[in-house]
């Protein structure tokens, strides 16, 4: 039988502004020639790339933690996330004028999200007593309004509607909720929303040991902080957003290192979901290098 090659891993990467300094070594040349001989990545929204290891059309992906508990035979590769110690800034829970969080009956979340419309359940139910039905939308604050309570904004998304907000006051007799802020206020911890989790299956067969495959993503993302510059004036370029805004956003809003204090968070979020129904009861399995 003649030997298989050792596969490349298929990558299922999030297309929005956050994960760019995770994926600085994939972009950027001369790493992106190198890693392409074992990574091959495509973008997508958060939900599908947790859709993706479950069909098993991608082996690798940044996948929020809301997802992992329906992902068996995945994976967290430790060392990167994205987390916010308190303001995030790109995940904004918008109430209509009147609304407050013990009122809220209907919810419109993106249909992107896997985590944060958890966590709005979560802190729903544990802290405010109410549950609302969620219906899962596009991302379009106006629409979302029209026929519902609240809507759930994330990502680049989110980013563009608090720029609208504070340029032309669009939405701004509404009540903003920054959901990492509200999650600190509630726990005390940081606010974790993805990982890069993988399918431990894959691994066999592939040309990146869990230990290389673990140091890619670390030496990537130390290159991205390294580089805020560069990655500053290349989304200057493709979001509505002003250039301080995206530096402060991926310095200070956004942190990438999935420390012991993100292993607490991301236990204590399990619990509570699990707790109040949300999640099915869950443990974070971590990769082994
Ligand atoms: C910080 C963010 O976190 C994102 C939110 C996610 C979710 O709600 O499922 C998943 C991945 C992250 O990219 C953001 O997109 O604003």
Redesign the pocket.
Known sequence: MPLQEPARLRVAA?D?L??APLLYHFEHSPAREQLAARYDVRYTS??L?AQQLSTGEADLG?V????MPFLPGVAAVPGCT?A?LRQ????QLVLRPGVTLGTIQTLAA?A????????VQVLLRSFHKAAPTVATETADLPAMLATHDAALL???P??LAVEARDRDGAFADCTWIDV?SWWHDCTGLPWV??VWAVRTEALRTAATSAAQLADDLLASRDAGLAHVDDLVREWGERIAVPPATIRTYLTA??RYDLNSACLDAIHRFYTLAASTGVLPAYTLPLLSR
């Not at 995030?88 to 995940?91: A, D, E, G, M, T």
């Open positions: 999030i929005f956050n994960p958060p939900a790339c940044l929020p933690i809301g997802a994205i916010s995030v800034r790109s995940i993106d992107a999200s896997r985590s944060s419309v958890a966590y994330i990502g680049d989110a980013l990492a929303a993805a809003n956004i």
